[in-house]
């Protein structure tokens, strides 16, 4: 009889262990790992700005200030391993093709609030503006955006995040075509 009630508490004891040991669930299992349409060119993934994307294999990296700023620019990479570009601020003039993304905090602002500065002023500046979906997210695209080149700029907004891509000039359709097909939010 001992042996039997030995047995039973042990078993019993056994599968309250089981019981309370939690079971994997999607989140402790899920490496999530971004995977673009597939294309020719180099992955790009921002951690910290929460998206990835793949920028034209002919095209170098160059970091910027800080992990929320990156820029992708049609020249030759001077290192080969991570595809960086020079330090030379000199590159980003001429007929040099670029990309600039850069993610701050939305602050729990809508994006028509973020850029009703940029409709404000659309008429004054010849802003075009147009809608388009960018890795499921509706987004704002601005064509004719003046600076030193005329710019098209991409403006989204995602887990409280403000995305801001500017592609110059804005005539780089290949470049835009590419990341707009490739961009994608990481979970």
């Not at 890795?135 to 409280?160: E, K």
Request: glycine letters at 6%; one cysteine or more; charged letters at 15%.
């Amino acid at each position: 009889m001992q042996k039997r009630l030995i047995l039973l508490l042990w078993g019993s004891l056994l599968a309250l262990v089981a019981c309370a040991s939690p079971e994997p669930t999607a989140e402790t299992v899920d490496t999530a790992v971004c995977d673009p349409t597939p294309t020719d060119g180099h992955l790009f993934t921002s951690e910290a700005g929460g998206y990835c994307l793949i920028y034209p294999q002919t095209y170098c990296w160059l970091p910027g200030q800080d992990a929320l700023s990156n820029t992708f620019v049609s020249m030759d990479p001077v290192e080969e391993t991570t595809n960086r570009c020079t330090d030379d601020p000199l590159i980003l003039h001429g007929e040099v093709v670029w990309l600039q993304v850069k993610v701050s905090p939305a602050g729990g602002q809508p994006l028509a609030e973020l850029i009703a500065g940029y409709r404000a002023n659309g008429a004054v500046f010849g802003l075009e503006f147009a809608e388009v979906v960018l890795d499921g997210a509706t987004a704002v695209q601005i064509n004719n955006m003046p600076g030193q080149d005329i710019s098209r700029v991409l403006f989204a907004v995602h887990d409280d995040q403000f995305y801001e891509l500017t592609f110059q000039p804005a005539a780089a359709d290949r470049l835009y075509d590419q990341v707009l097909a490739t961009f994608r939010f990481l979970p």
